[in-house]
T-cell receptor, first 118, second 115 residues
Framework: AQKVTQAQTEISVVEKEDVTLDCVYE???????LFWYKQPPSGELVFLIR??????QNEISGRYSWNFQKSTSSFNFTITASQVVDSAVYFC???????????????FGKGTKLSVKP | DVKVTQSSRYLVKRTGEKVFLECVQD?????MFWYRQDPGLGLRLIYF???????EKGDIPEGYSVSREKKERFSLILESASTNQTSMYLC??????????????FGQGTRLTVV
């Protein structure tokens, strides 16, 4: 069965601190996609990143970076020099690839609420 | 810009009412989804559809049904609303799994309160 675990329910940091959000996944598939979404107080989920299972390169985008390790089934997200605008709920998600053309369903973790205080 | 639009941001309905939540996407996506979001439970899949008139149950379909008569529109129906269906409902659309550009785009959510 597929599962995504975000063990941190809430994290609180002070502005400019670095913070890492953990994500551990389970899947039997060899081909799959991992995602991070941000949900600010307005409610809409904002796509941050997608990785496929064959690409273990870490990625950096500005203050954001992602560390994908298949050996530990983890896809962790780090925010460097956090800002108040980073306050949101962050979701990690898993999608298995169905080459039949259907699905593409996302399995979400329960989310981590990040509060960045000035 | 991909747009997924949900018809209402906030809804208040009475117990026993039939409730329709509408979702429209403008990117010609095959897949559409309805999720429910509750504190501490994350997002849970109610139903999804991978083609017009096709639908599949998700993890929590009880008390809900869906309709997809046109590719761009996916409706969630609460046949007889109950207070335990008070929640945030999120619609999403995506291209089929397996393509390099698979990602889901979400609407702004509908916060439904059943009284």
């Amino acid at each position: 069965a597929q599962k995504v675990t975000q063990a941190q329910t809430e994290i609180s940091v002070v502005e400019k601190e670095d913070v890492t959000l953990d994500c551990v996944y389970e899947t039997r598939d060899t081909t799959y996609y991992l995602f991070w979404y941000k949900q600010p107080p307005s409610g809409e989920l904002v796509f941050l990143i997608r990785r496929n299972s064959f690409d273990e390169q870490n990625e950096i985008s500005g203050r954001y970076s992602w560390n994908f390790q298949k050996s530990t089934s983890s896809f962790n997200f780090t925010i460097t020099a956090s800002q108040v605008v980073d306050s949101a709920v962050y979701f990690c998600a898993l999608s298995e690839a169905w080459y039949g053309g259907s699905q593409g369903n996302l399995i979400f973790g329960k989310g981590t609420k990040l509060s960045v205080k000035p | 810009d991909v747009k997924v639009t949900q018809s209402s941001r906030y809804l208040v309905k009475r117990t026993g009412e039939k409730v329709f939540l509408e979702c429209v996407q403008d990117m010609d996506h095959e897949n559409m989804f309805w999720y429910r979001q509750d504190p501490g439970l994350g997002l849970r899949l109610i139903y999804f559809s991978y083609d017009v008139k096709m639908k599949e149950k998700g993890d929590i379909p009880e008390g809900y049904s869906v309709s997809r008569e046109k590719k761009e529109r996916f409706s969630l129906i609460l046949e007889s609303a109950s207070t335990n269906q008070t929640s945030m409902y999120l619609c999403a659309s995506s291209t089929p799994g397996g393509l390099p550009d698979t990602e889901a785009f979400f609407g702004q959510g509908t916060r439904l309160t059943v009284v």
